[in-house]
């Protein structure tokens, strides 16, 4: 038989988290939402196939609109073209905004990056010089000759191959002429190269990686002791580094010597504005970063886009 003194705490926090599981809501106009656990929610039904688990439990649960808690962050799910339509044409001033997250602060510039910037005054203003100054029309065909350049060199590579691992090659193909918009050479070949893939290869890691602070505060500690903190905190100084080298090697030459006939690239543009200062809008070292940040970024790193954040 077991001891009273040991069954009574046992049944005691039994019926608490029976309580706070089936706690009654107050009727509210929110949409279906499936039953959810004390403190973590909704995610123990999340599985690495993300798009699979809330299709299920939109099917079984939702509908077009369902509500999930991941932790404590509500999450509106949307599984239908007339819904999505409304959010992002008809109401999409109310949804602009991306959630707050600290490991995005810590990674992204204190959120400067255009991806993940607040909605406003400082979102259009970096939007506009990015669409004006490297994805415009004129942009994209004044850089035609580098895409060429870069094309023929890997068709030559595949000439000279017997196997041919092509996704590996077109990754490298895209990052080449990325790296020489933007920094006016690639980072792809020898020692550099090498250094510079792999800390790419890191910042992508993190940056898709699983933040247990920012959906169950009360587990903070967790990513402390795993150094999942630490980690981040390194690839972000990292980064910060070799981007902060690519500025100031660019100040030295352009003190030096002037531009020596070089063709212009993303970094001069951004310095260029820096120090014309006619746009509204103060272009410190952290913007420029977070601007030159942003060109490295693949769209599918942002899972977390898939959701729209409720808090």
């Not at 029976?18 to 509210?28: I, S």
């Not at 991941?70 to 001033?93: F, P, W, Y």
């Not at 990513?223 to 980690?231: C, E, I, P, S, T």
């Not at 420029?288 to 886009?305: C, E, G, S, Y």
Request: glycine content about 6%.
């Amino acid at each position: 038989m077991v001891p009273l003194v040991y069954a009574l705490p046992t049944l005691l926090l039994l019926f608490l988290i029976k309580l706070l599981y089936n706690r009654p809501t107050t009727k509210t106009d929110l949409p279906p939402s499936p039953p959810k656990l004390p403190v973590i929610g909704n995610l123990h039904q999340i599985t690495p196939l993300l798009h699979h688990s809330l299709h299920s439990l939109s099917q079984t649960h939702g509908g077009p609109l369902m509500l999930i808690h991941l932790g404590s962050v509500t999450t509106l799910v949307v599984s239908s073209a007339d819904a999505a339509r409304e959010i992002m044409k008809t109401q999409d001033i109310v949804f602009a905004n991306r959630p707050d997250v600290k490991m995005w602060r810590v990674l992204l510039c204190d959120l400067k990056e255009v991806s993940v910037a607040p909605y406003g005054e400082y979102w259009r203003q970096v939007k506009s010089i990015m669409t004006l100054h490297l994805l415009s029309n004129k942009k994209i065909e004044e850089n035609r000759d580098i895409r060429e350049e870069e094309i023929a060199v890997m068709v030559e590579k595949i000439k000279n191959m017997e196997v041919v691992n092509l996704s590996d090659m077109f990754v490298k193909f895209t990052n080449d002429v990325v790296c020489r918009v933007t920094f006016g050479r690639k980072y792809s070949e020898g020692e550099s190269g090498k250094k510079f893939r792999k800390m790419l290869g890191e910042f992508f890691e993190v940056l898709g990686s699983f933040n247990l602070e920012d959906f169950v505060p009360q587990l903070a500690w967790v990513d402390r002791l795993r150094g999942f903190n630490a980690k981040v905190e390194r690839v972000a100084r990292e980064i910060g580094e070799f981007l902060d080298g690519i500025v100031d090697e660019r100040l030295r030459s352009q003190s030096n010597a002037g531009d020596g006939g070089r063709r212009e690239d993303f970094v001069d543009v951004l310095l260029k504005i820096q120090k014309d200062d006619k746009i509204g809008l103060t272009l410190d070292r952290l913007v420029i970063k977070a601007l030159l940040l942003v060109t490295q970024l693949p769209p599918r790193i942002f899972r977390l886009d898939l959701f729209w954040f409720f808090y």
